[in-house]
């Protein structure tokens, strides 16, 4: 496990013996990473990414900053301490508000390892994990992941949402917060040697903290750098996208080397939609298995059936944006694990697939959507 900050130490300190000077980093970047792909096990060419899950998480925790209160009539009911058959039901629609369900990190490896050997299985080959600062990354244990299973794991670096992380982080300057990314992305994480491949989950919310504006800040920097692509969880919010789009691009960022997530619970307007398609980023629908009647995140959305998710996607592809779509599930609690009950990992193979294509989405397009594109972003420039 990553070793915590001890108290008054600044976190860029231990950068010291790591950090290049910015010449010599962009070396690194454009000479030995150009071109390539940057997994937890090493740089790899791009073609070996094949079928890509675009987001993902294999090791996270949620339970200290995202809990909701328990309902009171439903304390006397809801085994908060483990997940059964009888209370899954209620855990389906209130995912956040039980706090074992939040524990993703705390579920055993191994179980870990037979979860996402279930998306290899079915023809995967490659997770790109989004854990990122705020949330409890864990490289060692992704690598020890992509080891047994085979996989390519590729490892985010960077900041999630404000109120997430701790108070010196949210003291570091925008220098500061990119040179950490860097780090991780060139030298590696702490001292374990092993390298992410991507900037991000870059975590936003609406209104944009001040935090936040510094991280997509610094996330800009640090790609210019680097090369390195960089994925952004944008708020609950129509025009949160196109907000954290212009901040990064200001800051020097290349849009059409982002992806915005989670657009299946933050744009409902065609029109706006478009708007975002055209300023030439990657559009992802990543919650797929993720159906409930009342999105705790935000009361006000109606979060869209698979079903719902897929005509989304056939949209974008009659508009003419089918180079730009990804597709995922945003696994971040135990109840959407096979063991649980839930639709694991390989959802998609199995079940969005043949859905799409009995919808007249060609295969030729589904492999654009699932190789093509991730191929294409996760390349450094």
């Known amino acids: 496990m990553p070793v915590p900050f001890k108290s008054g130490e600044k976190p860029w300190e231990r950068l010291e013996n790591y950090l290049l000077p910015k010449k010599e980093k962009s070396l690194i970047a454009n000479e030995m990473a150009s071109g390539k792909a940057q997994t937890v096990l090493g740089l790899i060419e791009p073609s070996k990414l094949g079928r890509t899950l675009t987001h993902e998480h294999l090791v996270m925790d949620y339970k200290n900053c995202f809990f909701k209160p328990v309902r009171e009539s439903d304390m006397e009911t809801v085994n908060l301490n483990e997940i059964t058959l009888r209370n899954l039901n209620w855990i389906y ?105 991507v900037i991000g989950e870059v975590g936003c919310s609406w209104p944009l903290a001040p935090f936040e504006k510094k991280s997509l800040q610094a996330s800009a920097m640090a790609q210019t750098d680097t090369g390195a692509p960089v994925i952004i969880h944008p708020g609950r919010n129509d025009f949160s996208p196109k907000e954290c789009l212009r901040v990064f691009q200001e800051a020097g960022g290349d849009v059409k080397k982002t992806v915005m997530s989670h657009l299946d619970r933050t744009i409902f307007d065609r029109k706006i939609l478009v708007d975002l398609a055209e300023t030439g980023c990657y559009l992802e629908y990543d919650l797929f298995g993720m159906e409930m009647i009342h999105y705790q995140a935000n009361p006000a959305v109606d979060m869209p059936s698979d079903s719902q998710r897929v005509q989304e996607i056939k949209f974008l592809i009659d508009e003419g944006y089918e180079d730009q779509i990804m597709m995922a599930h945003d696994v971040h609690t135990r109840h959407r694990l096979l063991k649980y009950g839930g639709h694991g990992y390989s959802h998609i193979q199995v079940n969005i697939i043949p859905k799409m294509l009995k919808r007249g989405i060609s295969q030729e397009v589904v492999d654009k959507i699932q190789i093509d594109n991730p191929r294409t972003w996760l390349t450094f420039k």
């Open 93 to 197: 629609q209130n995912p956040y508000s039980h706090k074992y369900n939040l524990s993703l990190g705390d579920e055993p490896l191994d179980e870990i390892i037979s979860e996402a050997a279930e998306f290899k299985k079915e023809g995967g080959s490659t997770i790109v994990e989004n854990t990122t600062n705020g949330i409890q990354r864990n490289v060692e244990l992704l690598k020890k992941i992509s080891l047994a299973t085979g996989l390519n794991v590729i490892s985010g670096t960077g900041f999630y949402l404000d109120h997430t992380v701790t108070e010196e982080m949210k003291a570091l300057t925008v220098e500061e917060m990119s040179n950490m990314m860097t780090k991780d992305l060139t030298v590696g994480v702490d001292s374990t040697g092993i390298k992410c491949g």
